[in-house]
């Protein structure tokens, strides 16, 4: 069961919690001329994330479906909406592509690097790239620059239900996934670094809840390296 929340103008939230898991997942549509999804969801809830977003949008006029790294909650449903909507067509870092096209998920995603924009008519999407999880495999975020919105995948993620009250304390909750998803600690400070550029508002991880930022993520970073690590 999806709820869905407007963050920012234009930009709504989908979310639904696994309560076996313990972790709640995010899908986030950028309403634009040419609409994006950011994270399509697994297959298991593609039909209730589609549900959901008809509520917005009519889905099938979805143009991109942004990835930010090969895994089930954020690539898994890549077919499912090119099945549906005739112009979607995925947008991620080389390494993804590769995976979506050697599984037969997808036959040209467009490819890109740091730094890269996509003009979506009334809204556009930065790329910044992250060297995701145990293999440090290039991947990327994404910022929506009209509005500053931080599309961070599971960088300040949390396992917490987006749906449920909001704890005082969020950076606590952030440490397990943003360590997790980038181990190396002098490489997080680079990501840090490069965000700290960046004119971000809004920070919508794939998990948990979505934060107001002030204009930087150097506070935030910040609290995270600093918390202790849950036993």
Known sequence: MYTHEEIAPGIHQFRFFDGVRGLGFNQYLVAADEPAIVGTGSMVQFDALWAALDEVIDPVGVRWLVVPHFEADEAGAVRGF???????????????????VGFGLAVEPKVVSDDD???????????IAVPWEMHLWPGMIALEETRGVLFSSDLFGQRLDPTAERPADLATAMVEMTRGSVPVRELRDGVYARLAELPIQVVAPGHGFALAADGSLNALAARVEAAPVSA
């Open 82 to 100: 090119q099945e549906r909507c005739a112009a979607a067509r995925p947008v991620c870092a080389a390494v993804a592509a590769r995976q979506l």
């Open 117 to 127: 924009t996509l003009d979506l008519g009334g809204a556009r999407l930065r790329f």
